[in-house]
């Protein structure tokens, strides 16, 4: 049995738009024309106004952060789920936030709307959820809740494109969201990431972000001749307007990716299909099935104990590893992001969170694709129920 935790995600048609380019006289390949096609097909796809196309969806976190903080200079506390991925925490670490971690729901493994009603203060300024491994975060009643409380809601989208909360996308809710379009991801652009709003000062803040704080990389022509006229003694090409990156992306990404979202919507069919032929063949009760499949949107079968039990949990490593099936301990980002190192010194709030915890000690996740073969999937269920 071979069973990686992706395959295949990068298809000859995929490569033949690619070549296409290499036939261009004196080609460019930096972010160009390609790349804001790009942004309009994943607009369109998505229903956002902007997207703003960069070189991963760590770029995209770091981007949302620093947009933020150009918003409320004096910081203040975000919320963040602890079962996410470093760069979720990192860039709010890195924009002078805090982080304000709260425990996760085990149906969806986004975070618990009771937990971040216990954490709302006059400090909060946004909840930052993520919408793991396929599944919606989001409740009607988180929704109202941030409404009421009149905080900003940002959506981390990674792992989860095509994902629905009321037969809406998730994505559209957040003042921001973010895509990633790693390998391993639902689509990919060999690498890249994607920010998303319908707000259009953000838009042109991450342009200008994204592009070393230039101020020709907004698209606010009224704006942009104001700051002209207040920095006369700036060469107007050259006024870098806020503190800026160089995330951009390039013409080969853009190509793969205009060409994979054609049929992004048949993967994500094929992968929700062949999770409901996993989990509804299930029937081993030591493995948690409970979860929130409305709107589901599945790249990852997570197997996880649905008690804390050790023995158990070895088993199905040992069973794994006898089948050659690739898998990652921990579910998203390896599980409970306060027990990283790179955490320890913080002076931060480090709660118990037993849910995370909970995945992060009994929880993996083995690959979902969308030619993943239906007997190893049978038979995978198979020896499961058996243990
Ligand atoms: C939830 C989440 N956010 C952000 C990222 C970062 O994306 P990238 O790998 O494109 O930098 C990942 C990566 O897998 C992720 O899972």
Redesign the pocket.
């Known amino acids: 049995m071979n069973w990686p935790l992706m395959h295949g995600n990068i298809s000859k048609s995929d490569l033949d738009e690619v070549k296409k380019i290499f036939d261009e006289d004196n080609p460019k390949l930096t972010q160009g024309p390609r790349v804001k096609q790009f942004e309009t097909e994943w607009s369109k796809w998505l229903g956002v106004k902007h997207s703003i196309f960069v070189n991963?969806?760590?770029s995209a976190?770091l981007l949302t952060l620093a947009a933020l903080k150009i918003l409320y200079p004096k910081g203040g506390e975000i919320i963040v789920p602890a079962l996410?991925?470093s760069?979720?925490v990192v860039s709010v670490l890195k924009a002078g936030f805090t982080p304000k971690f709260v425990d996760i729901d085990l149906t969806t493994l986004g975070l618990n709307e009771k937990n971040i009603f216990n954490s709302i203060n006059k400090n909060t300024v946004a909840v930052f959820l993520?919408h793991c491994q396929g599944y919606s975060a989001l409740s009607n009643e988180l929704l109202d809740l941030i409404k009421t409380k009149k905080i900003i809601l940002i959506e981390?989208v990674?792992?989860s494109h095509g994902a629905t909360h009321n037969n809406i996308k998730v994505g559209n809710f957040g003042l921001i969201s973010n895509f990633?379009f790693?390998y391993a991801h639902h689509m990919t652009t060999i690498?890249g990431?994607m920010i998303c709003t319908n707000d259009d000062e953000l838009s042109d803040i991450f342009r200008c972000i994204r592009g070393h704080g230039l101020l020709r990389e907004m698209a606010n022509i009224e704006k942009i001749e104001k700051i002209k006229k207040e920095n006369p003694l700036l060469n107007s090409d050259f006024i870098f307007l806020y503190e800026g990156f160089n995330v951009r992306n390039n013409e080969i990404s853009a190509t793969i990716g205009l060409n994979q979202i054609k049929s992004l919507n048949e993967k994500i069919k094929k992968r929700n299909e062949n999770y409901f032929r996993f989990f509804d063949n299930l029937t081993n009760k030591n493995i948690y099935s409970d979860f929130k499949n409305d709107g589901l949107s599945n790249y990852a079968f997570n197997i996880i104990s649905s008690y804390p039990d050790e023995t158990f949990y070895k088993k199905v490593l040992k069973l794994f590893n006898e089948l050659n099936i690739e898998y990652r301990r921990g579910s998203?980002?390896g599980g409970n992001q306060l027990r990283q190192p790179y955490l320890k010194n913080l002076k931060i709030d480090k709660p118990k969170l037993p849910v995370t915890d909970h995945v992060h000690f009994f929880g993996s996740y083995i690959g979902n694709f969308p030619e993943l073969n239906n007997e190893l999937i049978h038979y995978l269920v198979k020896r499961l129920n058996q243990l």
């Open positions: 991963s969806g760590s976190n996410t991925w760069s979720d993520t981390d990674c792992e990633s790693y690498e990431g998203a980002g």
